[in-house]
């Protein structure tokens, strides 16, 4: 069984950054993308960006450039880097493994 805790999460002026983590435990096959997503109440979970085994990179237009995902396989870690963060960043952030696990989400809030 896996197992996902993010954290990192907090409120933050426009212009500020945040690192978000990933802390995995259980068994992680490496062949597995890891990715982020987001949710604002009422609205749907947004891809966010991911990162495949092979080192490839992927995000959502509106935050290209700003975000950097990466990953430390040997301590089962993955992390979101978010600069110049926006109003519209707003949300909780989940992350994933293979899209078959989910950790509970953690919040952003960027201020104006």
């Known amino acids: 069984q896996v197992h996902l805790v993010e954290s990192g999460g907090g409120l933050v002026q426009s212009g500020g950054s945040l690192r978000l983590s990933c802390a995995a435990s259980?068994?992680?096959?490496?062949?597995?993308?890891m990715g982020w997503s987001r949710q604002v109440p009422g609205k749907q979970r947004e891809f966010v960006a991911s990162?495949?085994?092979?080192?490839?990179?992927s995000y959502l237009e509106a935050v290209k450039g700003r975000f950097t995902i990466s990953r430390d396989n040997e301590k089962k870690m993955g992390y979101l880097q978010m600069n110049n963060l926006k109003p519209e960043d707003t949300a909780v952030y989940f992350c994933?493994?293979?899209?078959?696990?989910w950790g509970q989400g953690t919040q952003v809030t960027v201020s104006s």
């Open positions: 990162l495949s085994s092979l080192g490839i990179e």
């Open positions: 259980g068994s992680i096959p490496s062949s597995w993308f």
């Open positions: 994933t493994y293979g899209n078959r696990y």
